[in-house]
């Protein structure tokens, strides 16, 4: 490593470069040789202070995903005259990494031609380490603000905007786009009967129980009020939702909850509607589910226990123009 300086006059110059924690160093352009570098270099990579010779030096002890956006970047800014900085990891001489910020500084001649580079390492190590903890707070809290605290599945919020996208999609591919909403029979009766600390325990197991449903990456199960559920089908007709229906109606029935509360059956049973459409570009998503919706209210009306399905078509100004019922499924019997 060449001994050269930054100018400065007298050893009280030295002492204050070499006593901070940045690392001062220069590179002069036309040999782009390392006329110095802080000892403290050393300290914080393990490299020795004379092992830094020339800029490739530098570049070779960038960590290997960093090196080439780094070296383009500090090459180009430099070439063009422009003070810059720049964030990576620096490889230790253990085989380890240090997050470091360059902050260079273009030192021209009295002809305006880059002369040399001068600047300072700073070891961001701990403000990246703070940065990454709050980037995975951030999305703990993200991933927190789509699941319902109770039952762990979906809430309305990640349900309503992973339904605009399926409809946009559906719409585009011309595939059906089927909706399954579930409502808890009798629920109200439920909680009086057994209290709401039992009740949230029942609203627990019927989730668990629907996301044990859905297989495909794509699907979606969401608890979208107090005790009613939405299954959202991607690419699915009327037939495979209706057996998907079917199954989370089994799977209720397994659990095999006591609702003595109840005028259906002596365990908690559940009412769904079950829709399909093909998106007309008139319509909005929540218009289907409106659809899907009044399905699950014919349910309720019909005894409740059972399943209404039915493709969904719209007329030109986006009403529901005909539910025609492709399946009904009656009442379970007594479990």
């Known amino acids: ?8 006059d007298g050893a009280v110059y030295r002492t204050l470069l070499e006593s901070t924690k940045a690392i001062p160093w220069k590179i002069d352009w036309a040999t782009m040789q390392f006329a110095y570098i802080g000892p403290q270099i050393e300290a914080l990579l393990g490299w020795s202070q004379d092992s830094w010779t020339t800029a490739n030096d530098w570049a070779t002890r960038i960590h290997p995903d960093d090196r080439e956006r780094v070296v383009s970047f500090c090459i180009a800014q430099s070439k063009a005259g422009i003070d810059h900085e720049a964030d990576y990891r620096a490889l230790t001489k253990d085989n380890g990494y240090v997050w470091i910020r360059d902050v260079v500084h273009v030192s021209r001649n009295e002809k305006g031609d880059v002369d040399s580079l001068i600047g300072f390492m700073f070891d961001i190590s701990e403000r990246k380490m703070a940065e990454e903890r709050l980037l995975t707070l951030q999305k703990e809290l993200e991933a927190l603000s789509f699941q ?26 011309q595939l059906p786009l089927s909706a399954i909403i579930l409502d808890v029979d009798h629920f109200k009766q439920y909680n009086d009967r057994y209290g709401h600390v039992q009740g949230d325990e029942c609203l627990k197991q019927i989730g668990r129980a629907l996301a044990l449903i859905i297989k495909r990456p794509r699907d979606l199960v969401a608890r979208i009020g107090g005790e009613e559920f939405v299954l959202l089908l991607p690419e699915t007709t009327l037939d495979a939702a209706r057996r998907v229906a079917e199954r989370c109606s089994d799977a209720v029935a397994a659990l095999r909850i006591p609702h003595a509360a109840s005028s259906v059956a002596p365990f908690v049973t559940v009412s769904m509607g079950t829709g399909t459409a093909e998106p007309p570009g008139s319509v909005e998503p929540v218009q289907f589910i ?11 009306q019909a005894g409740r226990n059972r399943i209404e399905g039915a493709d969904v078509e719209f007329c030109t100004n986006g009403a529901p123009l005909r539910a025609e019922q492709a399946t009904e499924q009656a009442a379970h019997a007594e479990r």
């Open 148 to 173: 319902d605290g109770l039952t762990g599945v979906a809430n309305r919020r990640r349900f309503e905007a992973t339904l605009d996208i399926e409809w946009a999609s559906a719409r585009r591919t």
């Open 290 to 300: 409106e659809a899907v919706d009044k399905l699950l209210y014919k349910a309720k």
């Open 1 to 8: 490593m060449a001994d050269g300086n930054f100018d400065y």
